[in-house]
């Protein structure tokens, strides 16, 4: 019996899109540890994936108190996906660093809590990680300022 449904719905959700992942990556070569093969990081992170889902759903089953879904927080969900549309179709025009922003601005503004100063600070930050992390230690091919910024 389900007893935390934020829990078991979240898990089954989980555990679908790992292993959805899990069947469209099977075909791609998987390597081993040391000379991995494309599919290796998809297979591995979706089946972790997968995993933390059923670890939800048997959660969810054997809690102590019943949680009920009140409703759908439209506002929040809406900003989450306005920001990944964003990011997708900006990163090519805007560039890298101004989309990043942007996008986690976008999203930052769906949580209740935190100012418009840590939303901004938190933006900046996530911002200057990412280009750090992706633009120079890893050398992809994105360009950091973009057409629009040129």
């Not at 898990?11 to 992942?21: E, I, K, P, R, S």
């Not at 469209?24 to 889902?53: D, E, S």
């Not at 900006?90 to 935190?114: C, K, M, P, W, Y």
Request: hydrophobic share 60%.
């Amino acid at each position: 019996m389900i007893k935390n449904e934020k829990d078991f719905w979240s898990g089954v959700m989980f555990a679908a899109f790992g292993l959805a992942v899990l069947a469209i990556a099977r075909h791609y070569p998987f390597g081993t540890t040391t000379r991995m093969g494309p599919g290796f990081f998809p297979m591995v992170l979706a089946a972790v994936l997968a995993v933390f889902g059923v670890i939800l759903i048997v959660r969810a089953c054997l809690a102590k108190r019943r949680d009920r879904i009140t409703g759908v927080a439209l506002k929040p969900l809406l900003l989450v996906i306005a920001a990944t549309v964003l990011y997708g179709a900006l990163v090519e025009d805007a560039g890298f660093i101004a989309v990043t922003f942007a996008s986690v601005l976008v999203a930052a503004r769906a949580s209740r809590n935190g100012s418009v100063a840590a939303q901004l600070a938190l933006a900046a930050g996530t911002t200057l990680c990412c280009f750090l992390i992706f633009i120079q230690g890893l050398g992809l091919p994105l360009s950091s300022l973009g057409a629009w910024l040129k």
